[in-house]
């Protein structure tokens, strides 16, 4: 029977490539540098996403959310859509990891002065 070990390893590589494709977004680590391009493209038009800067924004900059946020608060906060004039405007669940993510950042750069 030399054809069983093929048959097996054929198996094998459909099993992995099934794992692959059905692996959670949460098995990958939230990338921060992700967030702040998103944020720069998708939130920049309303809050101040950088770690400083008064800016002229009615909305809280993204700094001071860090502030008195967690990152819990963020994500469950941006799982709704928010501010009514933003059209249509939703978030994937990885999405809203790597930005929750970069906030997170803004804190720690607080916290330190940096
Ligand atoms: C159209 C303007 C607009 C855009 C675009 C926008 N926001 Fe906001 N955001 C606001 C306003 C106004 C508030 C404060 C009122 C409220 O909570 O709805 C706010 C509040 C928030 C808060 C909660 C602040 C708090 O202290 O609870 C978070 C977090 C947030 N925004 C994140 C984001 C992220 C991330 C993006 C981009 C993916 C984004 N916002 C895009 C206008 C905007």
């Known amino acids: 029977m030399r054809a069983m070990p093929l048959v097996l390893g054929g198996l094998g590589t459909v099993a992995v490539i099934l794992w692959l494709a059905t692996a959670p977004a949460g098995a990958v680590a939230p990338s921060p540098e992700a967030g702040a391009d998103l944020a720069a493209r998708w ?6 996403v950088g770690p400083s800067g008064a800016g002229t924004d009615s909305a809280p900059s993204f700094a001071a ?3 008195r946020r967690d990152s819990a608060e963020i994500r469950a906060f ?4 928010h501010a009514r004039p933003m059209r249509g405007f939703s978030l994937s669940t990885r999405e809203i990891e790597d930005v929750a993510a ?3 950042t803004l804190e720690q750069r607080a916290e330190t002065g940096r």
């Open 102 to 104: 970069y906030i997170e």
């Open 65 to 67: 959310i860090a502030g």
């Open 78 to 81: 941006l799982v709704k859509p």
């Open 43 to 48: 939130c920049a038009g309303c809050h101040v």
